[in-house]
């Protein structure tokens, strides 16, 4: 079993940056692809953003691209989600995700194995 703890929402300007960390408990996070997704009320789960085992992959949703950065640190088991230039529309609450297959399309909430509790993230205009 893993277990992911999300960190580092709160209640943000528009145009202010944030960056959420995500810790993993497994021994083997090196393993794992990881996702951000986040869900706003009233709307589906979406992908945000995926980065590969080693990092020199990663995949961007087209509304956060440019703006936001996924990066890992294996030696501490957490993945990162560095967010720039924040917009009102990015409130949501933000979940981090662990894929240990890594056989399918991780842009897809189904493809992933784990998830953390979320942290919320408020944009105000």
């Known amino acids: 079993q893993v277990q992911l703890v999300e960190s580092g929402g709160g209640l943000v300007q528009a145009g202010d940056s944030l960056r959420l960390s995500c810790v993993a408990s497994?021994?083997?996070?090196?393993?794992?692809?990881m996702g951000w997704f986040r869900q706003a009320p009233g709307k589906e789960r979406e992908f945000v953003a995926a980065?590969?085992?080693?990092?020199?992959?990663?995949y961007y949703a087209g509304a956060v691209k440019g703006r936001f950065t996924i990066s890992r640190d294996n030696a501490k088991n957490t993945v990162y989600l560095q967010m720039n230039s924040l917009k009102p529309e990015d409130t949501a609450v933000y979940y981090c995700a662990a894929d240990g297959a890594a056989s399918g399309d991780p842009r897809t909430t189904s493809e992933y194995d784990y998830w953390g509790q979320g942290t919320q993230v408020t944009v105000s205009s």
């Open positions: 980065i590969s085992r080693s990092g020199a992959v990663t």
């Open positions: 497994a021994r083997t996070f090196i393993i794992f692809y």
